[in-house]
């Protein structure tokens, strides 16, 4: 399977809710939402391994998705990039998130595994519709 298949698959896992599935394609000290600082949206902090990729998962049952469409994936055997169409609703607030180009950026390491992830996202968009603002 290439790194494309696997992220295409990982977003397929996604839209039936199969997060083992998910976990599966991670390496198990995986950099979640690497290069991030932590900020007050708690689905966009930064985490280790599987454990920490769960806890974001987890996490995310705070939104109500109402769309969350994989646009394009493309890359080579070491980077992929997945660019999302997304709308969601923070459950606390009843505010929307809209995410016409969010990009994911998956690092694979040489087993083929995701070895480190990130949203490219409107952080600032989470934060003030978790505030309910």
């Known amino acids: 399977m290439t790194t494309v298949e696997t992220v295409q698959n990982i977003y397929a896992a996604f839209g039936r809710g199969d997060i083992p599935a998910i976990l599966a394609c991670l390496a198990d000290d995986i950099e979640w939402e690497y290069g991030h600082f932590p900020n007050p949206v708690p689905w ?4 280790r391994g599987h454990a920490g990729a769960q806890q974001f998962f987890n996490e995310l049952a705070a939104l109500e998705f109402l769309s969350f469409q994989p646009l394009k994936v493309f890359g080579d ?21 809209v995410e016409a180009g969010e990009v994911h950026i998956f690092q694979f390491n040489p087993r083929g595994r995701v070895q480190r992830f990130r949203h490219a ?10 505030r309910g603002d």
Do not use: C, F, N
């Open 77 to 97: 055997a070491d980077t992929v990039l997945g660019l999302v169409s997304l709308e969601a609703k923070v459950r606390a607030t009843g505010k929307h998130i």
């Open 44 to 47: 966009l902090q930064p985490r």
């Open 121 to 130: 996202a409107d952080s600032w968009q989470h934060a003030m519709a978790l």
